[in-house]
């Protein structure tokens, strides 16, 4: 028993000794652990220490060139503002002074009341006083007159005394700031190697601990190293497209100022990249900003998210030469952990504006070359066509209606893209008037019934209701209907009916034009009203047409203040819906035809004889036509003979039809009516002052006669006057 016992109390002593080790295993653990937590603490706390240290150096280092800056803003305005004498020099004067109380106040704040130079902060008060005191005086002495005064003052060196005193007594309190930073952070680092010492003496003592933390810190290692690769690698690749870009590409602060620039910006401004940096952005442009206008943009786009982020905007930039250029600029914001960047991209766009007024120069060629000579070809095919030179063989015949036709396609063709044009331009103008559209709609109805039977389909247009008047241009009115037949016409089986229908809507009327095609396939909707667009492009090249027809007409009518819809027609086919706001109750018709019996007396001043013989023949039996080909002999004609009619070219040899349009305005006992009838589209002006304005080529001889009488028939007091 007694072996036993001791046996067992052998192996309890080993127990208890065991238990004693753990517990002072774990005291120790507990105690290494708190000293080692206590330290990470203490290094946490003076990197904190450190950091607040280091921001508070770099604030009052800020400080000190805030102030040093203000007193060289005051120097320049000063000295710019007595050397020549523009007031424009005393805005950075002005707005230093401003602000220099200030900022000394701020300096004074951010270096604390125990920085050991606070001699030095007195002395720069003192400086400061004396520099505005100069400088006021310099002024005051420009502004009496007494330049010469200001000048030798100048001159004497004091001003610069003063702010080499200023720039020594900022630099002392620099380089103070710098020496304690300096050892503030040797101190530290002292610190931190006495820690790191310790710290690898308890990791010792916790040889598992440190294992098991060494495994951590090596997984987190890597996993920071592949970070860091792909950080090092983006930045790479963003730093290479940045530098290799074509375009400008600028970051701006929240203020404006440019922070960073990649060389294409320097190359399009003409500047150095170190040139640019800090200075505000509206140095680039041709007429700057007011300030203040950047910064409230950059804020708007910060609060309005994304939503603008891209949005491209054309200005003038002025490069360092002070030569100026064309350019968009596209400005986005950029979110970082702790500031909002914003980066601009410039691109310098002369030549695509070269390119367009190339364009618009070869649509004005096409304009005046090509509506003349087509307007004289097209008039004198139709009089072939309907028996001027009496009948004609029949193979002569057919010969003549294929040569009609074929110039018809062309005028569409030609007036099409000089409309397309205009719009892009926003060069079309509108003569918005009250216009009755049963008169108007027959006229385009029996314009193009050639047009329907060449494809074998019939037209049908419903009664309109006499009172039907929208406010419209009655000739783009008319083009966006012809365009909407056209285009139902060509796409209708043969012997279908294109029909024509107008309804009353709320404060609206409708024009419906429907036919019996194949219609609008779904996916060709969304669209359909773009520019070249064809559902089907064999098909459409079969059937002729450029693709424009359905883009001119949505954008007259838009122009127009209306909308134009499509519906699909039950049993096959389309309807195209043209919704145009009421005319007023007393509003005037001004589509209403005249009728006069008698032979009105017109002349055509056009320089283009084939137009004249053309346009003559056509107003044979319904009205006497004298022929001018100059200004001259215009104003002849109209001294000398009673003119009811003057149907005017803009384009002439010695000069301007519209010259002529004011005198003829002017007359006094009553001005003939003016009817403008030229390749050239006249401005708004023109056309207020003319009663009637038709392009060649748009339209047709037959208009320009029923115009011509139509304006003759019109009492001398109802026509315009100026």
Same mark, same amino acid.
């Given at each position: 028993?007694?072996?036993?016992?001791?046996? *067992?109390?052998?192996?309890?002593?080993?127990?208890?000794?065991?238990?004693?080790?753990?517990?002072?295993?774990?005291?120790?653990?507990?105690?290494?652990?708190?000293?080692?937590?206590?330290?990470?603490?203490?290094?946490?706390?003076?990197?904190r220490a450190m950091r607040q240290a280091v921001e508070q150096s770099f604030e009052r280092r800020a400080r000190l060139q805030t102030v040093l800056s203000t007193?060289?803003?005051?120097?320049?305005?000063?000295?710019?503002?007595?050397?020549?004498?523009?007031?424009?020099?005393?805005?950075?004067?002005?707005?230093?002074?401003?602000?220099?109380?200030?900022?000394?106040?701020?300096?004074?704040?951010?270096?604390?009341?125990?920085?050991?130079?606070?001699?030095?902060?007195?002395?720069?008060?003192?400086?400061?006083?004396?520099?505005?005191?100069?400088?006021?005086?310099?002024?005051?002495?420009?502004?009496?007159?007494?330049?010469?005064?200001?000048?030798?003052?100048?001159?004497?060196?004091?001003?610069?005394?003063?702010?080499?005193?200023?720039?020594?007594?900022?630099?002392?309190?620099?380089?103070?700031?710098?020496?304690?930073?300096?050892?503030?952070?040797?101190?530290?680092?002292?610190?931190?190697?006495?820690?790191?010492?310790?710290?690898?003496?308890?990791?010792?003592?916790?040889?598992?601990?440190?294992?098991?933390?060494?495994?951590?810190?090596?997984?987190?290692?890597?996993?920071? #190293?592949?970070?860091?690769?792909?950080?090092?690698?983006?930045?790479?690749?963003?730093?290479?497209?940045?530098?290799? %870009?074509?375009?400008?590409?600028?970051?701006?602060?929240?203020?404006?100022?440019?922070?960073?620039?990649?060389?294409?910006?320097?190359?399009? =401004?003409? =500047?150095?990249?170190?040139?640019?940096?800090?200075?505000?952005?509206?140095?680039?442009?041709?007429?700057?900003?007011?300030?203040?206008?950047?910064?409230?943009?950059?804020?708007?786009?910060?609060?309005?998210?994304?939503?603008?982020?891209? =949005?491209?905007?054309?200005?003038?930039?002025?490069?360092?030469?002070?030569?100026?250029?064309?350019?968009?600029?596209?400005?986005?914001?950029?979110?970082?952990?702790?500031?909002?960047?914003?980066?601009?991209?410039?691109?310098?766009?002369?030549?695509?504006?070269?390119?367009?007024?190339?364009?618009? +120069?070869?649509?004005?060629?096409?304009?005046? +070359?090509?509506?003349?000579?087509?307007?004289?070809?097209?008039?004198?095919?139709?009089?072939?066509?309907?028996?001027?030179?009496?009948?004609?063989?029949?193979?002569?015949?057919?010969?003549?209606?294929?040569?009609?036709?074929?110039?018809?396609?062309?005028? #569409?063709?030609?007036?099409?893209?000089?409309?397309?044009?205009?719009?892009?331009?926003?060069?079309?103008?509108?003569?918005?008037?009250?216009?009755?559209?049963?008169?108007?709609?027959?006229?385009?109805?029996?314009?193009?019934?050639?047009?329907?039977?060449? *494809?074998?389909?019939?037209?049908?247009? +419903?009664?309109?209701? $006499?009172?039907?008047?929208?406010?419209?241009?009655?000739? #783009?009115?008319?083009?966006?209907?012809?365009?909407?037949?056209?285009?139902?016409?060509?796409?209708?089986?043969?012997?279908?009916?294109?029909?024509?229908?107008?309804?009353?809507?709320?404060?609206?009327?409708?024009?419906?034009?429907?036919? #019996?095609?194949?219609?609008?396939?779904?996916?060709?909707?969304?669209?359909?009203?773009?520019?070249?667009?064809?559902?089907?492009?064999?098909?459409?090249?079969?059937?002729?047409?450029?693709?424009?027809?359905?883009?001119?007409?949505? +954008?007259?009518?838009?122009?127009?203040?209306?909308?134009?819809?499509?519906?699909?027609?039950?049993?096959?086919?389309?309807?195209?819906?043209?919704?145009?706001?009421?005319?007023?109750? %007393?509003? *005037?018709?001004?589509?209403?035809?005249?009728?006069?019996?008698?032979? $009105?007396?017109?002349?055509?001043?056009?320089?283009?004889?084939?137009?004249?013989?053309?346009?003559?023949?056509?107003?044979?039996?319904?009205?006497?036509?004298?022929?001018?080909?100059?200004?001259?002999?215009?104003?002849?004609?109209?001294?000398?003979?009673?003119?009811?009619?003057?149907?005017?070219?803009?384009?002439?040899?010695?000069?301007?039809?519209?010259?002529?349009?004011?005198?003829?305005?002017?007359?006094?006992?009553?001005?003939?009516?003016?009817?403008?009838?030229?390749?050239?589209?006249?401005?708004?002006?023109?056309?207020?002052?003319?009663?009637?304005?038709?392009?060649?080529?748009?339209?047709?001889?037959?208009?320009?006669?029923?115009?011509?009488?139509?304006?003759? %028939?019109?009492?001398?007091?109802?026509?315009?006057?100026?």
């Open positions: 028993m007694k072996i036993v016992g001791v046996l *067992h109390g052998a192996r309890t002593g080993k127990v208890s000794l065991t238990g004693v080790g753990v517990t002072i295993g774990l005291i120790a653990i507990g105690v290494t652990l708190a000293a080692t937590g206590r330290l990470i603490g203490e290094e946490f706390d003076r990197s007193h060289q803003d005051i120097e320049i305005g000063q000295r710019g503002y007595v050397l020549t004498g523009n007031k424009s020099f005393l805005e950075p004067y002005s707005s230093a002074t401003a602000r220099i109380e200030r900022s000394v106040a701020d300096l004074e704040t951010a270096l604390g009341a125990d920085f050991p130079l606070r001699g030095d902060l007195s002395m720069l008060r003192a400086l400061s006083m004396k520099k505005l005191r100069f400088a006021n005086q310099t002024i005051l002495l420009e502004d009496q007159g007494r330049r010469g005064e200001a000048v030798a003052l100048i001159a004497d060196g004091k001003g610069k005394s003063l702010m080499d005193g200023i720039r020594a007594v900022i630099g002392r309190m620099d380089r103070l700031e710098r020496e304690q930073l300096d050892s503030r952070l040797a101190l530290s680092n002292q610190a931190s190697g006495k820690a790191q010492w310790l710290s690898i003496a308890l990791q010792s003592v916790l040889l598992l601990l440190v294992a098991l933390a060494s495994l951590i810190i090596g997984r987190n290692l890597i996993v920071k #190293r592949a970070v860091l690769r792909r950080v090092q690698d983006l930045n790479a690749r963003q730093a290479a497209i940045f530098d290799a %870009a074509k375009d400008g590409i600028i970051v701006l602060n929240s203020s404006g100022s440019i922070e960073s620039l990649n060389p294409a910006a320097a190359a399009l =401004y003409g =500047y150095a990249p170190d040139e640019l940096i800090r200075r505000d952005v509206g140095t680039l442009f041709e007429v700057a900003p007011d300030r203040g206008l950047i910064e409230t943009f950059l804020k708007r786009m910060q609060a309005g998210g994304r939503s603008e982020s891209g =949005y491209i905007q054309e200005f003038w930039g002025k490069r360092k030469d002070g030569s100026t250029f064309p350019g968009d600029v596209a400005v986005s914001p950029v979110q970082l952990a702790d500031s909002v960047k914003y980066v601009a991209i410039i691109r310098d766009i002369t030549e695509r504006k070269q390119v367009e007024q190339m364009k618009t +120069e070869f649509v004005s060629t096409v304009s005046h +070359e090509l509506r003349t000579p087509l307007t004289s070809i097209a008039g004198s095919l139709g009089l072939l066509a309907g028996g001027a030179a009496g009948t004609l063989p029949a193979p002569a015949a057919r010969l003549v209606t294929v040569a009609r036709n074929n110039s018809q396609r062309l005028i #569409r063709l030609v007036n099409d893209i000089l409309d397309v044009e205009k719009i892009e331009s926003g060069k079309m103008d509108f003569d918005v008037r009250p216009v009755a559209l049963r008169g108007l709609l027959e006229q385009v109805v029996e314009a193009n019934r050639g047009f329907a039977a060449q *494809h074998q389909v019939k037209m049908e247009l +419903e009664e309109v209701a $006499p009172g039907a008047r929208v406010m419209a241009d009655s000739d #783009r009115l008319a083009q966006v209907v012809t365009n909407l037949i056209s285009n139902a016409a060509k796409f209708s089986p043969p012997e279908a009916p294109v029909l024509i229908r107008v309804s009353p809507l709320d404060r609206r009327y409708r024009i419906s034009v429907a036919d #019996r095609g194949p219609g609008i396939p779904e996916a060709f909707e969304a669209r359909m009203f773009d520019k070249f667009a064809q559902a089907d492009s064999s098909d459409a090249r079969q059937k002729g047409g450029t693709g424009l027809g359905l883009s001119i007409v949505r +954008e007259i009518v838009t122009g127009l203040a209306g909308t134009v819809t499509l519906e699909h027609r039950d049993g096959g086919g389309a309807i195209f819906h043209v919704d145009l706001p009421m005319a007023p109750e %007393a509003a *005037h018709d001004a589509t209403g035809l005249g009728d006069d019996d008698g032979l $009105p007396c017109i002349l055509h001043i056009e320089d283009d004889p084939d137009v004249l013989r053309v346009a003559a023949r056509a107003f044979e039996g319904r009205a006497h036509v004298q022929a001018a080909q100059s200004l001259s002999e215009a104003r002849a004609v109209l001294a000398a003979t009673d003119i009811d009619v003057v149907v005017l070219d803009l384009g002439l040899p010695d000069g301007s039809g519209l010259d002529l349009l004011k005198e003829l305005r002017l007359r006094s006992g009553g001005a003939p009516g003016i009817v403008i009838f030229s390749a050239e589209e006249p401005g708004p002006h023109s056309t207020a002052e003319a009663d009637a304005v038709l392009t060649k080529c748009s339209a047709t001889l037959d208009q320009l006669v029923q115009t011509a009488i139509r304006l003759s %028939a019109r009492p001398a007091d109802e026509r315009k006057v100026a």
